[in-house]
């Protein structure tokens, strides 16, 4: 059986020769190369084609969030598996959008990482139960929450304003602004709402009570 090949990315030669050691024993699995940081690791995906890289994110000279970006950029088969010390929200989200296909913790035991390199190596994706949780959570809230609650407050100043009929120079002028910086609030607000013209702007803010005709 032809064995998963892995590159293996951290700053840390220690943390290198253990996940070595630890992929060693699988027999399933073949480390083929090591690498430091971000540049690196680049270099030695070219050069080595590995079926799975684990990857740090935090380490010197290119972090692994921009290394992984630019990898599945230019070789989008290769899986990246997120290596990380870290489990909140901020790090699941950047590491899933600069295309990571797992995301596992650095306290995670050693079988969970042959897991989670199998199950990427078979075109799945892998998210470590705390992190599974933390996206389950953070789409809960989005699917829950009032939409009008996302806005700031200068953000309801402007819908009101909108919705009594001004334009973007009056509002500008109204609230010592730059005529730019009130269409880049009208922008937001319009991307926050889902709302995408002035007509449904107001029968929002009718509806939310804002304005009264």
């Known amino acids: 059986m032809e064995k998963i090949k892995i590159l293996v990315v951290d700053d840390h030669a220690l943390m290198r020769d253990g996940i070595r050691a630890i992929l060693k024993l699988s027999g399933d699995m073949e480390v083929i190369g090591e690498a430091a940081d971000g540049r690196e690791a680049l270099e030695r995906v070219q050069e080595l084609q590995p079926d799975v890289v684990v990857m740090d994110i935090a ?33 699941v989200f950047s590491a899933i959008k600069a295309g990571a296909d797992g995301y596992l913790p650095k306290k995670a035991a050693g079988s969970e990482l042959g897991t989670a390199i199998r199950a990427l190596n078979r075109g799945e994706s ?38 009594e009929g001004r334009t973007s120079q009056e509002i500008a002028d109204l609230l010592s602004i730059s005529l730019k910086t009130a269409l880049g609030h009208r922008t937001k607000i319009m991307q926050k709402l889902d709302i995408h013209n002035r007509t449904e702007l107001i029968k929002y803010a009718m509806h939310k009570g804002l304005v009264v005709m």
């Open 126 to 163: 892998f998210l470590y139960p705390s992190a599974a949780a933390a996206l389950i959570k953070d789409y809960l809230r989005q699917a829950t929450e009032e939409p009008y609650d996302q806005l700031t407050s200068r953000e309801r100043e402007i819908l009101k304003l909108i919705a």
């Open 59 to 91: 380490m010197p000279n290119m972090d692994g969030m921009e290394a992984t970006r630019r990898l599945k950029k230019k070789y989008p088969k290769i899986k990246v598996l997120a290596l990380t010390q870290y489990e909140n929200r901020e790090y």
